[in-house]
């Protein structure tokens, strides 16, 4: 079973960046797509970002393109997540995951994190 720890995510404002970490607990991350998904208060759990096991393929949500960037390190066993130009209704817990198939429905990763808050003020 692979455990997955995110972190980074704080108080920030309107403008402003972070740059969330996941750090996975096994060697075979390198086999797994890795998400980004994020729950507001009251809302479903949406995709985010995903990207592809080598890192050489990237897919993003309207609402992150252009100002969310995910990456990856296979030698750490982690991914990031950039996040750039924070609005307000950025605001959720951003979770990290794992998939076989990289798919952007929450139904096709696997494992989870435990979430990391973002909250933005304008």
């Known amino acids: 079973q692979v455990q997955l720890v995110e972190s980074g995510g704080g108080l920030v404002q309107a403008g402003g960046s972070l740059r969330l970490s996941c750090v996975a607990s096994?060697?075979?991350?390198?086999?797994?797509?890795m998400g980004w998904f994020r729950q507001a208060p009251g809302k479903e759990r949406e995709f985010v970002a995903r990207?592809?096991?080598?890192?050489?393929?990237?897919y993003y949500a309207d609402s992150a393109k252009g100002r969310f960037t995910i990456s990856r390190d296979n030698a750490e066993n982690t991914v990031y997540l950039q996040m750039n130009s924070l609005q307000p209704e950025d605001t959720a817990v951003y979770y990290c995951a794992t998939s076989w198939a990289g798919g952007y429905s929450p139904g096709q990763y696997n494992y989870w994190g435990q979430g990391t808050q973002v909250t933005v003020s304008s």
């Open positions: 990207i592809s096991r080598s890192g050489g393929s990237t």
């Open positions: 096994e060697r075979t991350f390198s086999w797994y797509y």
